[in-house]
């Protein structure tokens, strides 16, 4: 029921970017898509990470054994830097290429290309709500990756309406925001 409750309300921010983006027009929400294959890449291959994070975590802490924990976290934190950073420099470098094999609309193009920073941050954010929801879900606490969630998605919501005037870009503030929310509060849950 928790982990529900958690993924309805990460899949309703998800469903609030792309109705919003709609609402910017056409381009900005085919923009604003093809930059979410980004973050989709990037949070499959963290979330990779995150999986063995799940598994030897969960065996530490069956286990009782404090010391594996600390040096399965220590590895898998190391790893998941170096990932989200290799995909924040392909975004920043690569950015262009990767909108330019999605579409060959020109509008759509030109719309992403303005936005490609807020996804080069993206990994660097959002690489430790991955990771510790693999601590979370390895510990079975399910309860608390809910918890988080909610904390996260009723701040977020309002401040993405109070930046709506910002067009997307306020959309991707608000997002990006959200992303620092979830990694906060499961930190402090952590």
């Known amino acids: 029921r928790d982990i529900f409750i958690r993924s309805l309300l990460l899949q309703s921010v998800f469903f609030a970017i792309t109705l919003q983006g709609a609402r910017l ?3 900005t929400v085919a923009a604003n898509a093809l930059l979410l294959n980004g973050l989709l890449l990037a949070a499959h291959a963290l979330d990779g990470l995150a999986h063995a994070v799940e598994a030897l975590c969960g065996h530490a802490i069956g286990a009782r054994d404090r010391e594996a924990l600390r040096r399965s976290m220590v590895v898998a934190c190391g790893w998941s830097l170096l990932a ?7 975004f920043l470098f690569g950015g262009h290429l990767f909108v330019q094999m999605q579409t060959d609309i020109a509008s759509v193009r030109e719309t992403a290309f303005q936005y490609l920073p807020y996804l080069a941050v ?3 954010i ?3 709500s991955y990771l510790l929801d693999g601590l979370f879900i390895g510990a079975t606490r399910a309860r608390e990756m809910r918890n988080a969630m909610v904390i996260s998605v009723v701040i977020a919501f309002p401040v993405a309406w109070a930046l709506h005037g910002f067009g997307n870009h306020g959309l991707w503030i608000s997002f990006l925001l959200f992303m620092v929310l979830r990694s906060a509060t499961l930190g402090v849950y952590a």
Do not use: R, T
């Open 122 to 124: 993206l990994p660097l």
């Open 126 to 128: 959002a690489v430790w």
């Open 84 to 90: 989200s950073v290799a995909f924040a420099l392909l």
């Open 25 to 27: 027009g056409d381009a």
